[in-house]
């Protein structure tokens, strides 16, 4: 049993389009991570949320932790073929070192 | 370097062979994780260093494998009678808080075929 759902599970869009992807659990979460994937690298940390309802903004991608801190989203405007990689989000409980991991969502911009 | 270092970045082998994978960790960093990634998932727990000793070793699937990190710095993942199951790519990460994961610095990850 997966603890953090990402759907959709692969999304593929044109250049200029608006998008969101989910992270979803029916646990609480002290913390959430996303993290983004690209090919042959490592994943690369973009944001953690910390307090129920956070908005976080880096340029054009927003992220939000739900109110109950059990569930985040990700929308991206405008998206652009950079922005082409596998959007991981992992959540941390009670703050240990655990991260429990999302499978991801593998995102295509195509030009 | 400045960043994770994983060694090496491909390794082939035979089912039945024993594997080594290294990780050098940011400097300084104390904790240090690896983790299993297959294609289309997401990163797999195996095991937790802080220091020199495995804090959490839970995620281990068997004990073919085990991994050691003797003086607090780099870390070798071992994994004897390699199966054809463990392909995938190993990822290891290190960060430098003991209280919480913070944010974790990931290697390039070393992919393992089994054939």
């Known amino acids: 049993t997966q603890l953090l759902e990402q759907s959709p599970q692969f999304l593929s869009i044109q250049e200029g389009e608006n998008l969101t992807v989910y992270c979803n659990s029916s646990?609480?979460?002290?913390?959430l991570q996303w993290y983004r994937q690209e090919p042959g690298e490592g994943p690369v940390l973009l944001v953690t949320v910390v307090t129920g309802g956070e908005v976080k903004k880096l340029k054009r991608l927003t992220f939000q932790f739900g109110d109950a801190r059990k569930d985040s989203s990700l929308h991206i405007t405008a998206a652009q073929p950079g922005d082409t990689g596998l959007y991981l989000c992992?959540?941390?409980?009670?703050?240990?070192?655990?991260?429990?991991w999302g499978a991801g969502t593998k995102l295509i911009i195509k030009p | 370097g400045a960043g994770v270092s994983q060694t090496p970045s491909n390794k082939v082998t035979e089912k039945g062979k024993y594997v080594e994978l290294r990780c050098d960790p940011i400097s300084g960093h104390t904790a240090l994780y690896w983790y299993r990634q297959s294609l289309g998932q997401g990163p797999e727990f195996l095991i937790y260093f802080q220091g020199t000793g495995a804090a959490d070793d839970s995620g281990l699937p068997n004990d073919r494998f085990f991994a050691v990190r003797p003086e607090g710095s780099v870390s070798t993942l071992k994994i004897q009678r390699t199966e054809r199951g463990d392909s995938a790519v190993y990822l290891c990460?290190?960060?430098?808080?003991?209280?919480?994961?913070?944010?974790?610095?990931f290697g390039e990850g070393s992919r393992l075929t089994v054939l």
């Open positions: 992992a959540g941390v409980r009670d703050s240990n070192y655990q991260l429990i």
């Open positions: 646990s609480v979460f002290s913390s």
């Open positions: 990460a290190s960060s430098s808080g003991p209280t919480g994961p913070g944010e974790l610095f």
